[in-house]
């Protein structure tokens, strides 16, 4: 079975930019979750969605988007980049159990 | 606020010994508890995960649960180089929100 996919894999923009990472959960599974990964902050968690809906949010600031597809395909938008949006962004799937990560969407803001 | 605490590390442990990773969690109602593995640059991988008070063992891993302690550890028997990784603590409080440690880093000495 194919794992959680997420595109692009880099990313580079500038301050101010705008931009959109896709993930692809693992077939069947309906519950996507966004992450971000810094050094300084490790995992936190960005929202997730089921069945398009979202149905949990972290603390993070109203840049920070997403939804989701009736495939279940999730995409995260972050409008207006600063620089401390530099991170690795992770999605995770679930068919409402364990989470399983996609390899992450690498993202620098210059 | 909900949290979940690891010691950072590092952790150094020889080969073929039992590396023995400990996490705590602040909600007594948690049901749900992950042990992730991660390589520098990778995204991290489901290793284990345990519901119920007790033990589970699969392979060389155990993952130790008890909530009345609040506690949850992860064992590694005969540690292999292969093994050092950082180790994270991941607990779905009530909300579905997967919360994560800040992780352990694992070296396993040749």
């Known amino acids: 079975k194919a794992g959680v996919t997420q595109t692009p894999r880099y990313l580079i923009k500038t301050r101010g930019q705008q931009v959109t990472l896709s993930c692809s959960p693992i077939?069947?599974?309906?519950?996507v979750s966004w992450y971000q990964q810094t050094p300084g902050q490790g995992l936190q968690f960005l929202f997730e969605?089921?069945?398009?809906?979202?149905?949990n949010k972290g603390n993070f600031p109203g840049r920070f988007s997403g939804r989701q597809f009736s495939n279940s395909r999730s995409e995260m938008n972050v409008s207006t980049l600063e620089l401390g949006d530099s991170a690795l962004y992770l999605c995770a799937s679930s068919l409402g159990g364990e989470p399983y990560f996609g390899p992450g969407t690498r993202l620098l803001v210059l | 606020q909900k949290e979940v605490e690891q010691n950072s590390g590092p952790l150094s442990v020889p080969e073929g010994a039992i590396a023995s990773l400990n996490c705590t969690y602040s909600d007594r109602g948690s049901q749900s508890f992950f042990w992730y593995r991660q390589y520098s640059g990778k995204s991290p991988e489901l290793i284990m995960f345990?519901?119920?008070?007790g033990d589970k063992e699969d392979g060389r891993f155990t993952a130790q649960l008890n909530k009345a302690s609040q506690y949850v550890s992860l064992l590694i028997r005969d540690s292999q180089p292969s093994d050092s990784a950082t180790y994270l603590c991941a607990v779905y409080f009530g909300n579905e929100k997967l919360t994560f440690g800040t992780g352990t880093r694992l070296t396993i000495i040749p």
């Open positions: 077939s069947g599974h309906r519950s």
């Open positions: 969605y089921f069945s398009e809906t979202q149905r």
């Open positions: 345990i519901y119920s008070n």
